[in-house]
């Protein structure tokens, strides 16, 4: 069946696990339950000596001496599920042949064993390396230094000329926070991307298979045999350490003046919360025992990483029990609240960052910092009354514009709003607003131009892709993150807590 044409608008349909192909630096054979060789890629013959089209038909062990497949079969057990690939570093798959890694995991019914020479002229220990460098990502004082040392560190480990951080928001776009290069210099640090630039079932994979390596953005890789007949799908490379790359990427990254790449995933409560993404100059290739490593590095950061969200968010709810206890005592004063809780604004930044504030309570309005004009206040307001009385959540909004008419006059001070209903009949509210996202980027002698333009035009470079961010977040404020929203549930809990101890004070007061 052939697959609809893949272009830029398509991307995210595009079948990246089942291009048929691998990578030059692996071969590929697929076994059948009786470990017949039912597919290998053509490569064979230069990794392994023996033709790839003839192995098709015979038992593996035509291809793998007697003592390796022993091996093999024994460390079997552990491949119980499809995302568990079983490990072997420095195999010696024939006599003839020096060490190999492989790797072997269950793709639907058929068995992958996928081959890497090992070509290692000094043994290594890889794990003496990582080590001390494990070590080393303790969460010290903020979390740019903590990434900032796991880029340095990763790049150490790696080889690789260039090491980024790259953290998704919660609309899928990402942004470079730390970056560690071989030349010193900055080129990306900062620098928002669209979320297209890594599609959808790109990120799905990488949530399951955690390194991706892509050894040489000139090489197209080697056909998988045989082509699949009528009816008959490629083979699903989802978890294959050698699947080779879409040409759209490889095209991506070549536009970028890069020659080889590699990503790690940064895992957080199960999710996909980032990527190292790192980068060199020409063609690197590293082995499957150094990758290893490198994705237990991956994981320690990803553990830190959580370490260090855990603490913040407990100081946030210290935090915000103590603007709780001044709350409460001045309510026993019998205060007026807003101003008091205006007064608030700067002791919440930390926990929700936000440029103005306003009170929408028992009709009058009270602001602080940048808001929107009165009459734009009501009516966002009148636009939420409704839905938000009944569930009583709070709203974040992106951009106002989507809600408001005008909004475009303000949106440069007031793009977006964090919104709290504070009352039960849904009239009264605290309101936070965000200006507009900063969109400006200064790319002066950057030399990620385009360094030729491919079928696909100058749309696969980052400056063009930056554009693309940029267009989509005009009239925009920055993503409300996931750990504003928090702080804003339980800063609404603690107001209705106020607002019924007003109440009862008042109804004290009138007997
Ligand atoms: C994959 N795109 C990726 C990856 C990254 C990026 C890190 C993971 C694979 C890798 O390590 O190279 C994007 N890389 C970036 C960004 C920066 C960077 C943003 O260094 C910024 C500094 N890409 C596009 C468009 C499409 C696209 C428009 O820009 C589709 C039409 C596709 N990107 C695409 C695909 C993959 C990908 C298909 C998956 C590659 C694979 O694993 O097979």
């Given at each position: 069946?052939?697959e609809p044409?893949v272009d830029?608008?398509n991307c995210?349909?595009?079948?990246i696990?089942r291009?048929g192909?691998v990578?030059s630096y692996g071969a590929?054979l697929?076994?059948g339950?009786d470990?017949?060789?039912l597919n290998?890629?053509?490569?064979?013959?230069?990794?392994?000596?023996?033709?790839?089209?003839?192995a098709?038909?015979?038992p593996v062990?035509?291809l793998i001496d007697a003592?390796?497949?022993k091996?093999i079969r024994s460390?079997?057990?552990?491949?119980e599920?499809s995302d568990?690939?079983?490990?072997l570093?420095?195999l010696?798959?024939?006599?003839?042949?020096?060490?190999?890694?492989?790797?072997?995991?269950?793709s639907g019914?058929?068995?992958?064993?996928?081959l890497?020479?090992?070509?290692?002229a000094v043994?290594?220990?890889?794990?003496a390396?990582?080590?001390?460098?494990?070590r080393?990502?303790?969460?010290?004082?903020s979390f740019?230094?903590?990434?900032?040392d796991?880029?340095?560190?990763?790049r150490?480990?790696?080889?690789?000329d260039?090491v980024?951080?790259?953290?998704?928001?919660?609309?899928g776009s990402?942004?470079v926070i730390?970056?560690?290069?071989?030349?010193?210099?900055r080129?990306?640090?900062?620098q928002?991307?669209p979320a297209?630039?890594i599609p959808v079932q790109?990120r799905a994979l990488?949530?399951r298979?955690?390194l991706?390596l892509i050894a040489?953005v000139?090489?197209?890789g080697?056909r998988i045999?045989p082509e699949?007949?009528?009816g008959?799908?490629?083979l699903?490379l989802?978890m294959?350490?050698t699947?080779a790359?879409?040409?759209?990427h490889?095209?991506?990254?070549?536009?970028?003046?890069v020659g080889?790449s590699?990503?790690?995933?940064?895992?957080?409560?199960?999710?996909?919360?980032?990527?190292f993404?790192?980068?060199h100059?020409?063609p690197?290739?590293i082995?499957?025992e150094r990758?290893?490593?490198?994705?237990?590095?991956?994981h320690?950061?990803s553990y830190?990483l959580g370490?260090?969200?855990?603490s913040?968010?407990r100081k946030a709810?210290?935090d915000?029990?103590?603007?709780?206890?001044?709350l409460m005592s001045?309510?026993?004063d019998g205060?007026?609240?807003?101003g008091?809780?205006?007064?608030?604004?700067?002791?919440?930044?930390?926990?929700?960052?936000h440029?103005?504030?306003?009170?929408?309570?028992?009709g009058?309005?009270a602001?602080?910092?940048?808001?929107?004009?009165?009459g734009?206040?009501?009516?966002?307001?009148?636009?939420?009354?409704?839905p938000?009385?009944e569930?009583?959540?709070?709203?974040?909004?992106?951009s106002l514009?989507?809600r408001l008419?005008?909004?475009s006059?303000?949106?440069?001070?007031?793009?977006?709003?964090?919104?709290l209903?504070?009352?039960?009949g849904g009239s009264?509210?605290v309101m936070f607003f965000r200006?507009?996202i900063?969109?400006v980027?200064?790319?002066a002698?950057?030399p990620?131009k385009?360094?030729k333009?491919g079928?696909?035009?100058?749309?696969?470079?980052p400056r063009?892709?930056f554009e693309?961010w940029?267009?989509?977040?005009?009239?925009?404020?920055?993503?409300?993150?996931d750990?504003a929203?928090?702080?804003?549930g339980?800063?609404?809990?603690l107001l209705?807590?106020?607002v019924?101890?007003?109440?009862?004070a008042?109804?004290?007061e009138?007997?």
């Amino acid at each position: 069946m052939a697959e609809p044409k893949v272009d830029l608008t398509n991307c995210d349909r595009e079948p990246i696990h089942r291009l048929g192909r691998v990578q030059s630096y692996g071969a590929l054979l697929a076994l059948g339950p009786d470990w017949t060789v039912l597919n290998a890629s053509a490569n064979l013959d230069s990794i392994l000596g023996s033709d790839a089209a003839s192995a098709i038909g015979q038992p593996v062990s035509t291809l793998i001496d007697a003592e390796a497949l022993k091996r093999i079969r024994s460390s079997m057990g552990a491949v119980e599920s499809s995302d568990n690939a079983v490990r072997l570093f420095g195999l010696k798959v024939r006599e003839a042949l020096g060490p190999f890694d492989v790797s072997i995991h269950q793709s639907g019914r058929r068995l992958l064993v996928e081959l890497e020479p090992k070509g290692r002229a000094v043994e290594v220990d890889v794990m003496a390396e990582v080590h001390p460098l494990i070590r080393r990502i303790r969460f010290r004082d903020s979390f740019e230094s903590l990434a900032a040392d796991a880029a340095r560190s990763l790049r150490a480990l790696s080889h690789f000329d260039s090491v980024m951080v790259y953290r998704f928001e919660r609309d899928g776009s990402g942004k470079v926070i730390a970056e560690d290069r071989a030349d010193g210099k900055r080129r990306y640090l900062g620098q928002h991307f669209p979320a297209s630039d890594i599609p959808v079932q790109a990120r799905a994979l990488y949530k399951r298979s955690l390194l991706r390596l892509i050894a040489d953005v000139s090489d197209t890789g080697a056909r998988i045999l045989p082509e699949p007949g009528p009816g008959e799908e490629e083979l699903d490379l989802s978890m294959a350490v050698t699947r080779a790359v879409s040409p759209i990427h490889l095209e991506y990254l070549s536009n970028m003046g890069v020659g080889a790449s590699m990503s790690v995933s940064i895992m957080k409560d199960g999710e996909l919360w980032g990527l190292f993404a790192c980068h060199h100059d020409g063609p690197h290739y590293i082995d499957y025992e150094r990758r290893t490593a490198v994705e237990m590095f991956g994981h320690l950061f990803s553990y830190e990483l959580g370490r260090y969200e855990e603490s913040v968010r407990r100081k946030a709810s210290e935090d915000t029990s103590r603007l709780q206890n001044r709350l409460m005592s001045q309510v026993v004063d019998g205060q007026d609240l807003s101003g008091p809780l205006l007064a608030m604004s700067d002791g919440i930044q930390g926990l929700i960052p936000h440029d103005g504030m306003a009170l929408l309570w028992a009709g009058k309005i009270a602001t602080r910092g940048d808001t929107p004009p009165e009459g734009a206040i009501r009516a966002l307001a009148d636009t939420l009354a409704a839905p938000v009385g009944e569930t009583g959540d709070v709203v974040a909004i992106g951009s106002l514009a989507s809600r408001l008419e005008g909004a475009s006059d303000y949106a440069k001070t007031s793009a977006g709003a964090l919104i709290l209903p504070v009352s039960r009949g849904g009239s009264d509210f605290v309101m936070f607003f965000r200006r507009e996202i900063e969109a400006v980027m200064d790319w002066a002698g950057d030399p990620s131009k385009p360094v030729k333009v491919g079928p696909n035009g100058i749309r696969l470079t980052p400056r063009q892709s930056f554009e693309v961010w940029r267009e989509m977040v005009v009239g925009h404020c920055a993503p409300w993150s996931d750990y504003a929203l928090h702080a804003a549930g339980t800063f609404r809990t603690l107001l209705l807590e106020v607002v019924l101890k007003v109440a009862e004070a008042q109804t004290l007061e009138r007997k």
